[in-house]
């Protein structure tokens, strides 16, 4: 089983680091090419609107839609949801619309107001410790969206069939269960 981690911004080494812990091969992505012998795909954080150019740039948009098709896993964290997200707003912007969520972009602030909190996941093992960096906010969930954390009674960990998606940054911390939660999901579809 292999994941990649889409190179081109963000803490993507750390997602690396974090997977390779959990007993996964992972790799960087940076080309269409890459995402062919994968199983999973991380799209990290990072500025939602550069990383969209540069997916754009690079022809990346139908090959990552293609990707997720016949239900392989895709994990977004922070403006990797944004990128996932069917809606974004403050302001609009395109996206790749595999997840039914609606996200405001820097809903809790700016990098200012970054904090750590203790969500409340759906996950064993008790509370988690989730990093919030101009982190978005799930406005809307659609019916089929399952929200598996919350803080305050607002989702930040989602998922719709084979995608998931994080409002915070889970490579950041040292609990591996949201890495271990997404590849669990590679295996799974790796085995239909």
């Known amino acids: 089983m292999i994941i990649g981690v889409l190179a081109i911004q963000g803490d993507f080494a750390a997602h690396i680091r974090m997977l390779r812990h959990v007993g996964v091969d992972a790799v960087e992505i940076r080309r269409s090419s890459d995402l062919v012998s994968l199983d999973g795909l991380i799209l990290p954080g990072g500025e939602s609107t550069t990383m969209l150019k540069f997916i754009e740039g690079e022809g990346l948009n139908e090959p990552i839609t293609d990707f997720a098709r016949p239900g392989k896993p895709i994990f977004g964290t922070c403006a990797g ?3 996932l997200a069917r809606d974004v707003y403050n302001p609009s912007q395109p996206s790749l619309g595999l997840i039914d969520i609606g996200v405001e972009r820097n809903g809790y602030g700016r990098q200012v107001d970054s904090f750590v909190a203790d969500i409340e996941p759906a996950l064993e ?4 410790e989730a990093v919030f960096i101009r982190a978005p906010k799930i406005k809307r969930a659609g019916p089929d969206v399952e929200v598996l954390g919350s803080l305050n009674g607002e989702p930040v960990l989602v998922r719709e069939r084979n995608i998931l998606a994080a409002t915070f940054h889970p ?3 040292e609990d591996t269960r949201v890495h271990r939660m997404f590849a669990d999901m590679v295996i799974q579809s790796a085995g239909n």
């Open 81 to 83: 949801a944004i990128l």
């Open 171 to 173: 490579e950041l911390t």
């Open 125 to 128: 093992g008790g509370l988690l």
